[in-house]
């Protein structure tokens, strides 16, 4: 089995791709830690407790970073509710998490495990940066780096005309990120819009699944989707859940390695991805950038997830 290690900002994405972690029978999830993003901290938290519960999993969940590196945290409730999970009225409180710090607890399993693990990130990269900066030899111990974040080689952002929220959250974690030598695949906000909106007709076929999880899905979803609708989309996009399509099975991605930066300004140029398409910079790529992702492969993934 593929050793898996997440971090999340946990939300309502980042719960269904939790759950298509914890259920895939390929894959053994070693821990998962949490950052401040979508929602605070002490939510997040619990709403990783809650999901590892509801897929009756025994996985460790951390709590790490409670602020970005050098900014005030913006979260994304407006999006995704109050309790980031579709304010369904779920009972969100009262679990308690493992002892131990996000950032310690990344390099820890990676340096225990050197060649074998996969990180898997979910929302801003505060406690993948805070442990590189900790412990360098992550960077050469690690297998795979899945990071859902950026806007691709095309935007568009999510938070701005260019930046995705994630990068945007904490844009010094995200350059820090980049800039580490770390195995990097980017899998950006442009391929969720493009392979994973839930049309109103697999909107239907989720909630014709008639299972818990599917129920779940669905349910957590409510406030993501209304917004979604209300700014554009056919339905909700799931940017987490593709990129941990990806994370489980690359073979059906297209990709680009090419240089990468994040801007770490304010205004405008916030959290937005760099890119050096045509070779222009001396420096050598740093980052594998997922250019497509087949829409049909990631829904039969998911769906077959949700119905076990």
């Known amino acids: 089995m593929r050793r898996f290690l997440i971090d999340t900002d ?157 990068f945007w959250a904490d844009p010094e974690a995200a350059q820090i990120v980049a800039r580490s030598g770390l195995p990097l695949e980017l899998v950006g906000w442009d391929i969720s819009i493009a392979s994973a909106v839930v049309t109103e007709a697999r909107h239907e076929a989720m909630k014709a699944l008639g299972t818990p999880l599917g129920d779940f899905a669905v349910s957590i979803a409510r406030v993501v989707r209304e917004f979604a609708m209300s700014n554009g989309l056919e339905g909700d996009d799931l940017p987490d859940p593709i990129a941990m399509a990806h994370a489980i099975d690359p073979s059906g991605a297209e990709m680009r390695r090419l240089w990468v930066d994040v801007m770490v300004g304010d205004g405008p140029q916030r959290g937005v991805m760099d890119v050096d398409q045509l070779g222009i910079t001396d420096a050598a790529p740093n980052i594998d950038i997922v250019s497509h992702y087949p829409s049909d492969h990631f829904f039969e993934m998911l769906f077959g997830l949700l119905a076990d």
């Open 10 to 166: 946990t939300a309502s994405d980042d719960a269904v791709a939790l759950v298509m972690a914890l259920r895939h029978p390929d894959v053994q999830v070693e821990a998962i830690t949490v950052a401040c993003g979508n929602v605070g901290l002490d939510q997040a938290v619990q709403n990783a407790l809650y999901t590892v519960e509801f897929c009756g999993a025994d996985v460790p969940v951390y709590a790490g970073a409670q602020q970005p590196m050098m900014r005030t945290l913006e979260t994304a409730q407006y999006v995704h509710g109050a309790d980031g999970m579709g304010d369904c009225g779920l009972p969100l409180s009262g679990r308690t998490p493992a002892e131990g710090r996000g950032c310690d607890v990344l390099v820890d399993t990676i340096l225990g495990a050197p060649g074998e693990i996969t990180l898997v990130t979910l929302g801003p990269l505060t406690n993948v940066a805070l442990a590189v900066m900790r412990e360098p030899a992550i960077v050469d111990a690690v297998d795979r780096v899945v990071v859902m974040g950026g806007t691709g080689v095309n935007g568009p952002g999510n938070v701005s005309a260019m930046a995705e929220y994630n």
